[in-house]
Nanobody, 127 residues
Framework: QVQLVESGGGSVQAGGSLRLSCVASTRSSCMGWFRQAPGKEREGVAIIRTDVGPVYYADSVKGRFTISQDNAKNTVYLEMSSLKPEDSAMYYC???????????????????????WGQGTQVTVSS
């Protein structure tokens, strides 16, 4: 089991920026960020294949959020800019293996595809 520790959440005004960090106890092939707002389902925000680079962004964050990694530190970052009130949520870091299929593998995008989760970090964006 991979231990994940997130940090960097906070409260900002709309249009502001935040950077989330997630330190993993060991390196995983796929890491990413999910978020969950009160009364809503958990949704994928961004996924990164740690030996390749970003492989998925939710449509709602494309052009505003950037996921990156520092493999030497087993750390994944989520740079969030032009934040909107609808970005307010608990943000969770995830890690897991890719899905293997004939001819290759890929990181999955659903919350049920990841067994290792961090404790979450709250992001609140005020209008």
């Amino acid at each position: 089991q991979v231990q994940l520790v997130e940090s960097g959440g906070g409260s900002v005004q709309a249009g502001g920026s935040l950077r989330l960090s997630c330190v993993a106890s060991t390196r995983s092939s796929c890491m990413g960020w999910f978020r969950q707002a009160p009364g809503k389902e958990r949704e994928g925000v961004a996924i990164i294949r740690t030996d390749v680079g970003p492989v998925y962004y939710a449509d709602s964050v494309k052009g505003r959020f950037t996921i990156s990694q520092d493999n030497a530190k087993n750390t994944v970052y989520l740079e969030m800019s032009s934040l909107k009130p609808e970005d307010s949520a608990m943000y969770y870091c995830v890690a897991g293996p890719p899905l293997y299929y004939l001819g290759g593998s890929r990181c999955q995008q659903g919350p049920r595809d990841y067994g290792d989760w961090g404790q979450g970090t709250q992001v609140t964006v005020s209008s």
